[in-house]
């Protein structure tokens, strides 16, 4: 299994309502794309005071290939979205891991 997370720090003034969204819009979207068999949204509980919490959300793929199907097919438009709506307001890492117990 694949686990595809995203660490998003969100602006506190728009932190609720992106959780909202995410929850909401987002997510639901991503996992329509049926590449995922699920998720899982983690806060992160201690991090440093930079105005912004911070979001573990992270998506489980069978394979490799649906990742990368999914890359390929579906992530610029769904992440455009993102941007969009919360411009200069987050910042985002991805890592890509592989689940071994």
């Known amino acids: 299994m694949i686990l595809f997370n995203e660490t998003v720090n969100i602006d506190n003034a728009v932190a609720a309502e992106w ?11 991503v ?4 590449y995922f068999v699920r998720y899982q949204i983690a806060k992160v509980m201690e991090e ?10 992270q ?4 394979h490799m290939d649906d990742l990368l199907e ?3 097919e579906h992530d610029k438009a769904l992440q455009a979205k993102m941007q969009a709506k919360y411009a200069g307001q ?4 991805r ?7």
Do not use: C, K, S
């Open 59 to 62: 998506y489980y793929a069978r």
């Open 31 to 34: 996992m329509a794309t049926t």
């Open 90 to 93: 987050y910042a985002a890492f």
């Open 19 to 29: 959780l909202q969204w995410m929850q909401e819009t987002h997510i639901p979207e």
């Open 95 to 101: 890592t890509v891991l592989e689940v071994v117990g």
């Open 48 to 57: 440093e005071d930079n105005g912004g919490t911070t979001y573990a959300v």
């Open 70 to 72: 999914y890359h390929r």
